[in-house]
Nanobody, 119 residues
Framework: QVQVVESGGGLVQPGGSLTLSCVVS????????MGWYRQVSGQERELVAM???????KYADSVKGRFTLSRDNAKKTVSLQMNDLKSEDTAIYYC?????????????WGQGTQVTVSS
């Protein structure tokens, strides 16, 4: 059974940094996209950053230049380095692993990790 486990959330002041990490088990990642979504209560879950199976990267416009996504297929990890954090980055962050060609039917989520940006 595929497991997706996140870590690294917490409380940080505006302008600070955090790194979120996600490790996946029981899966070969060659054809999988890996990345992060976030959700604020009462709002839809939105894409933050995604590393596609071809290693191209996608970022939400709101995080470009501040967040950096990296993946390591051998270690089965994907990490999100978040710099210059703003209050609007406060959300629950979810790691997502999905098959590149069947993303709707083969998609796995972590349990979520809270990121709070506040002074």
């Amino acid at each position: 059974q595929v497991q997706v486990v996140e870590s690294g959330g917490g409380l940080v002041q505006p302008g600070g940094s955090l790194t979120l990490s996600c490790v996946v088990s029981e899966i070969t990642l060659s054809w999988f996209d890996m990345g992060w979504y976030r959700q604020v209560s009462g709002q839809e879950r939105e894409l933050v950053a995604m590393s596609m199976a071809d290693r191209s990267l996608k970022y939400a416009d709101s995080v470009k230049g501040r967040f950096t996504l990296s993946r390591d297929n051998a270690k089965k990890t994907v990490s999100l380095q978040m710099n210059d954090l703003k209050s609007e980055d406060t959300a629950i962050y979810y790691c997502n692993i999905r098959h590149h060609f069947t993303p709707d039917s083969t998609s796995y989520w972590g349990q979520g990790t809270q990121v709070t940006v506040s002074s």
